[in-house]
């Protein structure tokens, strides 16, 4: 689920680097959700993670339809 998410968010065109700052992290957490050694993030990131996800994959989605 995280790494489908992560990959979604670097297919709109942000780096592991600007996600990771976006959700107030460090660019390693990222890697490591997204390269499976972090298997869940803790709650707060997590949060961050799918809030952004919606902010900025879902508006795409409707711009495809």
């Known amino acids: 689920?995280?790494?489908?998410?992560?990959?979604?968010?670097?297919e709109s065109g942000?780096?592991?680097?600007?996600?990771?700052?976006?959700?107030d992290a460090v660019q390693g957490h990222?890697?490591?959700l997204l390269h499976g050694k972090c298997k869940i993030p803790n709650w707060q990131l997590g949060d961050r993670l799918?809030?952004?996800?919606?902010?900025?994959?879902?508006?795409?989605?409707?711009?495809a339809a």
């Open 1 to 10: 689920m995280w790494k489908k998410i992560i990959t979604e968010l670097m």
């Open 30 to 32: 990222i890697s490591g």
């Open 50 to 63: 799918l809030r952004l996800h919606a902010e900025r994959c879902s508006s795409e989605h409707k711009a």
């Open 14 to 23: 942000l780096t592991q680097a600007q996600i990771a700052a976006a959700v």
